[in-house]
């Protein structure tokens, strides 16, 4: 494996973030949207299952009581 000076490092570097093409304005803020949206879906979908076992515990339970 070759080696590589720290200089030959930077510019490498430099070379390749020349390559990378940054989402405008408008794309990141529409990625922040969707997520923002699939964030509440997801908790409110994990709240209704949570609920829902929830009460078939608290119907064991009773059960087991009676």
């Known amino acids: 494996m070759a080696r590589t000076t ?4 930077i510019r490498q570097v430099q070379a390749e973030t020349k390559k990378v ?3 405008t304005r ?3 803020i529409m ?3 969707m ?5 509440t879906l997801l908790a409110i979908f994990f709240l209704g299952i949570d609920s829902v076992f929830e009460m078939v515990v608290a119907y064991l339970l009773s ?3 009676g």
């Open 63 to 65: 059960l087991a009581k």
């Open 35 to 39: 997520v923002m949206i699939m964030t």
């Open 21 to 23: 093409v940054w989402p």
């Open 31 to 33: 990625t922040g949207v």
């Open 6 to 9: 720290p200089l030959e490092f």
């Open 26 to 28: 408008r794309e990141t």
